[in-house]
């Protein structure tokens, strides 16, 4: 794999674990009048404020996204990919600021709650769109894998695919 450059492939995996830590941010909504959203992560000023580095304004109000790191497994083994946005919706199967309100309840009412989503994906399967890339972090070579795209199982053309 060249470094940089990256490489497709679909699978059918099995999700073994979500990480609890850090699965949502406080995403930047864009400025009032912009239909693009910036998404970046913004800076909590302490004040019940936030900045966007990037569109650099203040904000009360913002997005959470999803920004989950799950471990899967298949035939040939198990490897972390990051799931973003609109697949992490659909891995948890509930939207980001459900999940942002469980998560920033989770020491207290919200617990049991909170645990059940984030364990909610484990065991169960899915056909993933996966983008690998190589990198070199400090003079090592490693592969980091984003699922572009997930997929409940169809058991039955699963099957029919095989057989071809």
Same mark, same amino acid.
């Given at each position: ?6 490489? =497709? /492939?679909?699978?059918?995996? &099995?999700?073994? =674990?979500?990480?609890?830590?850090? $699965?949502?941010?406080?995403?930047? $909504? ?14 909590? #000023?302490? @004040?019940?404020? =936030? ?8 904000? $009360? ?20 990919? &990051?799931?973003?946005? #609109? ?7 509930? @939207? %980001?600021?459900? /999940? ?10 919200? +617990?049991? +709650? ?17 983008? %690998? ?14 699922? &572009? ?16």
């Amino acid at each position: 794999m060249e470094s940089g450059k990256p490489t =497709y /492939f679909v699978s059918k995996c &099995t999700v073994t =674990y979500v990480k609890k830590d850090n $699965p949502a941010y406080r995403g930047c $909504p864009g400025k009032e009048g912009s239909d693009a959203k910036c998404n970046k992560k913004l800076m909590d #000023e302490g @004040n019940g404020n =936030y900045r966007c580095e990037k569109c650099d304004f203040h904000t $009360p109000t913002f997005n959470w996204r999803l920004i989950l790191n799950a471990q899967i497994a298949d035939d040939t083994g198990e490897v972390y990919t &990051t799931i973003v946005g #609109e697949q992490g919706e659909q891995l948890l199967d509930m @939207n %980001a600021q459900d /999940f942002g309100a469980l998560l920033e309840d989770k020491e207290g009412s919200s +617990e049991k +709650e909170y645990e059940k989503a984030i364990s909610g994906p484990v065991f169960k399967e899915f056909i993933l769109n996966n983008r %690998a890339t190589a990198d070199t972090y400090q003079d090592e070579q490693r592969v980091r894998i984003a699922s &572009t795209r997930i997929a409940e199982v169809n058991y039955a053309q699963y099957a029919e695919k095989l057989l071809e």
